[in-house]
C-alpha cells in the first residue's frame, strides 16, 4: 500500500500569511495526488486534483505543485474561511490513501 | 441539484452485520465510480471501498477485506455497502462519494453529508 505522510500536522498562520504543506508518497505516484478541505463538522471538498488542476469554484488562491513522490499545496494569502483541515490523497492505485491532515489553525 | 444521502447507519453489536445505502441524484449515476469513504469522530479519513461504473472493478481497504462487499444498483441510482463481522474499529462516520470518471481511482468531487456506525455491546 502506499503511505501518504503530511507536513506539518498543525500548523498556526495570520490572515494574509502564505501557506505550504507538504505531502509525500512512499512510492511514485505521477501526478495522482489530490488535495481536500474540511472545516470543522463539514464534509471534505476537493480543491486540487491530479497535483495542480484547481477544481472548479475553488479561489485562484490555491495552487498544487509536485509530481513523483512529493507534493505541495499553497494558500497564497491565508483567509479567514481557509482555517480548517487539509488532506492529500493518492489516486495511483487501491488502496486509495490519505495523508494524516494538516490543521490550519489562526494566529 | 447533485446529491448523495446515505441512510442504513446504526448501533450494531461486535460480530453483527449492516448495509449502508447511498442514494444519488442531480448526475447520470452510470458514469462514474463510487466510493465509500469513513472518518473516526476528531480523526482523519479512510478510504474503505470503490466499485467502478460498471461494477466489473471492486477495490478494498485491508482493513475491510473480506468482510465488507460494496456493490452499486444503476436502474436506481443507489450504492451500497454490506458490513459484516463488525468490529469495534469500524465505528465511525462513513461517506458515500462520488469519483472524477469511471474508475475506482480517482478523486472524489461530491460527498454525502455521512451515515454513524457505532460498533459497541
Known amino acids: 500500500d502506499i503511505q501518504m505522510t503530511q507536513s506539518p500536522s498543525s500548523l498556526s498562520a495570520s490572515v494574509g500569511d502564505r501557506v505550504t504543506i507538504t505531502c509525500r508518497a512512499s512510492?511514485?505516484?505521477?501526478?495522482?495526488l489530490n488535495w481536500y478541505q474540511q472545516k470543522a463538522g463539514k464534509v471534505p471538498k476537493v480543491l486540487i486534483y491530479?497535483?495542480?488542476s484547481l477544481q472548479s469554484g475553488v479561489p485562484s488562491r490555491f495552487s498544487g505543485s509536485g509530481s513523483g513522490t512529493d507534493f505541495t499545496l499553497t494558500i497564497s494569502s491565508l483567509q479567514p474561511e481557509d482555517f480548517a483541515t487539509y488532506y492529500c490523497?493518492?489516486?495511483?492505485?487501491?488502496?486509495?490513501?490519505f495523508g494524516g491532515g494538516t490543521k490550519v489553525e489562526i494566529k | 441539484e447533485v446529491q448523495l444521502v446515505e441512510s442504513g447507519g446504526g448501533l450494531v453489536q461486535p460480530g453483527r452485520s449492516l448495509r449502508l445505502s447511498c442514494a444519488a441524484s442531480?448526475?447520470?449515476?452510470?458514469?462514474?465510480?463510487m466510493h465509500w469513504v469513513r472518518q473516526t469522530p476528531g480523526k482523519g479519513l479512510e478510504w474503505v471501498s470503490g466499485?467502478?461504473?460498471?461494477?466489473?472493478?471492486?477495490a478494498y481497504a485491508d482493513s475491510v477485506k473480506g468482510r465488507f462487499t460494496i456493490s452499486r444498483d444503476n436502474a436506481k441510482n443507489s450504492l451500497y455497502l454490506q458490513m459484516n463481522s463488525l468490529r469495534a474499529e469500524d465505528t465511525a462516520l462513513y461517506y458515500c462519494?462520488?469519483?472524477?470518471?469511471?474508475?475506482?481511482?480517482?478523486?472524489?468531487?461530491?460527498w454525502g453529508q455521512g451515515t454513524m456506525v457505532t460498533v459497541s455491546s
Open positions: 466499485i467502478s461504473w460498471s461494477s466489473g472493478s471492486l
Open positions: 512510492q511514485t505516484i505521477s501526478s495522482y
Open positions: 490523497q493518492q489516486s495511483y492505485s487501491t488502496p486509495l490513501t
Open positions: 462519494a462520488k469519483g472524477f470518471g469511471l474508475k475506482p481511482t480517482d478523486a472524489f468531487d461530491i
Open positions: 491530479a497535483a495542480s
Open positions: 442531480g448526475f447520470t449515476f452510470d458514469d462514474y465510480a
